[in-house]
């Protein structure tokens, strides 16, 4: 018999033989009858820095039932760690339907995986490189300041998650989230993110897993083909037809699933060009911390700092700014990646964005975070932006090219310390900073409009009170962080069908659906179930 004991409080250091006599004590049974216990959840109780712990659920197996169930404990038909997949993708097709996915992220990927091993023909089409090339172009930008805007950090196999430390994390609650963290360990991945509250895979082990299910793709008879941009939607009757590419080849599919990811900025321009319909949506923007790592660890950790058993500390701030320009709205933290690097993520000439990565030990010296406010559509058009469905990618435009320029028109990082920022004075030269190319000393209220850079004051004072020690003359600040999701959303029915087009399934962060890994693949999941519902 199977149980699951949840919320155990253990220390960094307990044995698990101690934790199994523990429970066999207030449980009521035999130490003799435990015949397996493995921990199911773990996560890090920091709220009191004198006794930091660990709250973990576990999973036990008896020889007998218990006599009764103490509060909290059910008993488990199945073992929580044990490989599910769910019913809808073991189906098999009556009619072998023909797919397109455009887009190889997260949402792309899964989607082709289980329409793949579903017995569906699919054709992939990615406009970036495969891994393995892509980071030969990142690495280009890094160390030289050349920019391929078909092959960078937002644009290539596995989308833009891949190079910002593969965090796993995500508030959303559906089935489809174990099945992605159980794909992730079936191709590689460490069965501790089935395990960790706040699991993550690191840029180094996710490349060598998107390498791994390419591979299976391809001999499931995928056609799988990077460097293709697809430039127009063939579209008869109100019914999806197929693509064509930047090539001129005409592909020709049942249904389109379009995974772009938010940086796709002139595929969403070509879609509005055709007619579809597209809204806008609220997004946010911002600058990106960096601290020293060893002053997180001490912020989160106190004396504890440094210990072995947790490993770098991360943080998650938020704050509700009444702005007398905004309105109330929410300012917090992004993409925090501890021991990380912050990574330049520009995809057009003339304009300079950022962004955070780490890999799987999260050894670096330094911690960042996107600090981002919220916006609406609204507010950009309050602050001289006309209405328009894409009014978002254009103030995006805006800042990334402002930030280029301040950066003397090189993909160099715009930075001042933190203390600067928020005292309005004239930056003296930054701390110390992971980021290369390198950064460039500037006034980084001269890039931001004054109603954006005033709630992020706010925001990060409000940061400091919360997480005593966050501000320090150590922390530096760095421009642009801009592309924290998608300023659209392509408006599809309950079928995950754009309204206007049959067979067209936006899909992802692109279309505005998902914001992160999980949420993205779940979302390629749902629209990969309603075709295998329909034969």
């Not at 218990?66 to 009556?94: D, K, Q």
């Not at 941009?229 to 930047?246: C, E, K, P, S």
């Not at 110390?432 to 706010?458: M, N, Y």
């Amino acid at each position: 018999m199977r149980y699951m004991i949840p919320n155990v409080v253990t220390g960094l250091e307990e044995p698990l033989e101690h934790v199994a006599r523990r429970l066999s004590r207030r449980l009521g049974f035999g130490l003799h009858a435990l015949r397996d216990i493995q921990c199911v959840r773990r996560a890090i109780d920091a709220r009191r820095k004198h006794d930091v712990h660990l709250v973990c659920h576990y999973e036990i197996e008896l020889e007998h039932p218990l006599g009764h169930l103490p509060h909290g404990v059910r008993r488990l038909e199945r073992s929580l760690l044990a490989p599910a997949t769910p019913e809808i993708f073991t189906r098999r097709p009556n009619h072998a339907a023909s797919v397109i996915v455009v887009g190889a992220g997260p949402a792309g990927l899964f989607a082709t995986l289980v329409l793949a091993e579903a017995g569906f023909r699919v054709t992939l089409l990615e406009r970036g490189k495969p891994v393995e090339r892509r980071m030969r172009d990142i690495g280009r930008l890094r160390s030289r300041g050349e920019l391929n805007p078909e092959s960078n950090i937002c644009f290539g196999e596995g989308g833009a998650g891949t190079y910002t430390d593969g965090k796993l994390y995500t508030r959303i609650k559906h089935p489809f989230v174990r099945f992605v963290l159980q794909t992730f360990v079936r191709f590689g991945a460490n069965r501790n993110i089935l395990v960790e509250a706040h699991p993550h895979l690191g840029t180094d082990k996710l490349v060598r897993i998107v390498r791994r299910m390419r591979e299976h793709l391809i001999g499931l008879g995928v056609d799988y083909r990077f460097e293709c941009r697809v430039d127009d939607l063939l579209v008869h009757q109100n019914r999806i037809q197929g693509v064509r590419t930047a090539f001129g080849d005409t592909i020709h599919g049942e249904f389109v699933i379009l995974a772009t990811g938010h940086s796709a900025r002139d595929t969403f321009e070509r879609l509005h060009r055709m007619g579809l319909p597209i809204e806008a949506k609220p997004f946010a923007v911002g600058l990106r911390a960096e601290h020293p790592q060893s002053i997180i660890d001490a912020c989160q950790f106190g004396r504890f700092a440094g210990h072995k058993t947790l490993g770098a500390a991360e943080y998650r701030l938020s704050h509700q700014v009444d702005d007398e320009h905004l309105g109330r709205r929410g300012v917090y933290t992004f993409c925090m990646c501890p021991g990380g690097l912050i990574v330049p993520s520009p995809t057009e000439p003339g304009h300079m964005a950022i962004n955070g990565m780490s890999n799987a030990k999260r050894a670096g010296r330094w911690a960042n975070a996107g600090i981002v406010a919220q916006l609406t559509p609204d507010d950009l058009v309050r602050h001289g932006l006309r209405p328009h469905p894409l009014a978002g990618l254009s103030f995006q435009r805006e800042l990334e090219h402002a930030c280029h320029q301040a950066a003397g028109n090189r993909y160099a990082a715009p930075a001042m310390r933190l203390v600067d920022f928020l005292a309005r004075a004239k930056s003296s030269t930054p701390a110390a900073s992971s980021f290369k190319p390198g950064i460039v000393p500037a006034d980084l209220s001269e890039i931001l409009p004054p109603w954006l850079a005033d709630p992020l004051r706010r925001g990060l004072q409000a940061f400091g009170r919360k997480m005593p020690g966050f501000i320090t003359n150590e922390a530096n600040l760095l421009a642009i962080e801009s592309r924290t999701s998608s300023p659209v959303r392509i408006p599809r029915n309950e079928r995950l069908e754009c309204v206007t087009v049959a067979g067209l399934m936006p899909v992802g962060e692109g279309a505005g659906y998902a914001g992160g890994i999980v949420s993205a693949a779940v979302d390629g999941l749902r629209a990969a179930q309603s075709i295998i519902e329909r034969y």
